[in-house]
């Protein structure tokens, strides 16, 4: 065969496994799909390990180091849930086996969706959507199908004030829905003034991500919620970050009608490049007959001698299925030994921590980077990446140096409302150590944006890439190691 020239690392003749003499008789295949004829890679196992072993070693991940993404909430993923996901009742049940012989799993779920319920204060949980803006469409089309099902037809607008997550305005819009975008106020609140002008028969509700992203938790909620009640609309919380509220605030109680959960941020379960998400919804009692089908239930009370049966049911007003099968199960029991592990009193440190994290971290910087709402902040801070002396510097640059620094940069240009904006999240799993160690590169890159730019310029220096070139990047992107002949 033709030695291929795609592979950096294969060599003609070298293999990593023999395989025995076939023991049943040939027959015939393309001859397209022959070994012989695929431009394989020729390794042997020790050059495959080493190979995959280094790429792993390229990526960055809560496991190498601080990863203060804000909004995302990078916290880290206990080894524990990763056990308890492998037992083999969990790992190894398949969607389509009969009720009767999954009942550990269903008590799982059932027992998750009543503790979501008592988490955040709600009458109904469903566990099915796969990620928090599924979590988003799911609340928003049952926000559709409330006000169908009263005859109230002409609530066509959502709400969405400007610090809330990219998410929002997307999944109204994605629904159907006209988006209205609400301004903040000085202190970055909801202008309440602009949305009781807003505020009419056409409004199906708002979103409403609480604390926003900037951190701040509104000190007029409640307001906000009677606003948009009076006017007949419903209030969808986002609480794909609960990470500021747990066993201090619960969304239910404050009058939220919708909210979703992200298990993979505020309960720990792996996500980015490590897992797939689940975004449960929870919802009060009058939206309960609209959640996604099946919901998880009793259908056979404990007696004295027998456990309770669990079942699939399906409510009366069910908008439908959002995703096949379950929902992803395996985030399900990580998120639930989370909690386990926790019980009530640890998730409120879980809270408290993570906002007494975020406000050393801020306390620490705020000097140096401009804060652009005076506030004491909740899970996360937003400061300003840019000084008004040296216009050259953007937060782009702080973000590539911090690599240099062997941290993950925070999330940047995120919200709009801050210009050059850096939204930092540290999380509560996070020591005094490390949040030092961050708090010193931060203050060391601030120092050489002014007597040494040019190394926030060409950073970073010792990462796998330097400087990509981020439209190019997006807009012709290569995946592969090769490039065509003719290119
Ligand atoms: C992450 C996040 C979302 C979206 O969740 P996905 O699982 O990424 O779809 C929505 N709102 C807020 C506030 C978030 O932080």
Redesign the pocket.
């Known amino acids: 065969m033709t030695e291929p020239t795609i592979y950096e690392l294969s060599s003609a003749g070298r293999t990593g496994v023999r395989f025995p003499e076939p023991d049943v008789p040939l027959t015939h295949l393309p001859q397209s799909l022959m070994r012989e004829v695929l431009p394989l890679p020729e390794l042997s196992e020790v050059d495959v390990i080493r190979h995959f072993t280094h790429l792993s070693s390229l990526n960055y991940c809560i496991d190498s180091g601080l990863y203060p993404l804000g909004?995302?909430?990078m916290k880290y993923n206990p080894k524990i849930n990763e056990e308890i996901a492998r037992l083999e009742g969990f790992a190894y049940t398949h969607p389509l086996q009969p009720e009767s012989t999954i009942q550990g799993n269903l008590a799982l779920m059932y027992d998750l969706q009543e503790t979501l319920k008592e988490i955040a204060g709600f009458a109904a949980v469903t566990l099915q959507p796969a990620?928090?803006?599924?979590g988003?469409f799911t609340g928003v089309m049952i926000i559709r199908d409330y006000h169908r099902s009263r005859g109230d037809a002409k609530r066509t607008k959502i709400l969405i004030p400007d610090s809330a997550?990219g998410?929002?305005p997307a999944t109204s819009a994605m629904s159907g829905f006209e988006v209205v975008p609400l301004p903040s106020d000085a202190r970055g609140n909801v202008d309440l003034a602009k949305l009781r002008e807003v505020c009419d028969d056409t409004v199906a509700g708002l979103m409403l991500?609480n604390p926003n992203?900037l951190g701040l938790f509104d000190e007029n909620v409640i307001e906000v919620i009677n606003i948009v009640h009076q006017a007949g609309g419903l209030v969808y919380g986002?609480g794909?970050?609960l990470n500021a509220l747990l066993g201090i605030v619960r969304p239910g109680d404050l009058g939220i009608d919708i909210m979703h959960f992200?298990l993979?941020?505020t309960f720990s379960t792996p996500?980015g490049g490590g897992g797939p998400?689940s975004?449960p919804v929870g919802v009060s009692a009058h939206l309960a007959d609209f959640l996604p089908t099946p919901l998880v239930g009793i259908v056979e009370k404990a007696t004295a001698d027998l456990p309770p049966l669990y079942g699939f049911i399906k409510p009366p007003k069910t908008i439908g299925r959002v995703k096949s099968f379950f929902g992803q199960f395996g985030m399900f029991v990580r998120a639930y030994t989370y909690i386990r592990m926790h019980g009530p009193e640890g998730l409120r440190k879980v809270s408290e921590y993570a906002v007494l994290n975020a406000n050393y971290l801020l306390a620490k910087m705020g000097d140096v980077y401009h804060l652009p709402y005076k506030r004491t902040c909740m899970h996360e801070f937003v400061v300003e990446g840019c000084w008004p002396d040296i216009p050259e510097i953007h937060a782009l640059d702080i973000a590539k140096r911090l690599m240099d620094y062997k941290f993950h940069p925070p999330t940047n240009y995120f919200p709009l409302i801050v210009h050059e904006a850096l939204m930092i999240e540290p999380t509560e799993t996070e020591s005094k150590q490390s949040l030092d160690a961050f708090a010193e590169a931060m203050l060391a890159i601030a120092k050489e944006a002014r007597e040494t730019p040019e190394l926030l310029k060409e950073a970073p220096h010792d990462t796998p890439i330097g400087r990509l070139d981020e439209v190019k990047a997006a807009k012709e992107l290569v995946l592969c190691c090769w490039l065509p002949d003719d290119k």
């Open positions: 909004s995302c909430t990620a928090g803006a599924q988003e997550h998410t929002n991500t992203t986002d794909a970050n992200n993979h941020k996500h998400g975004g």
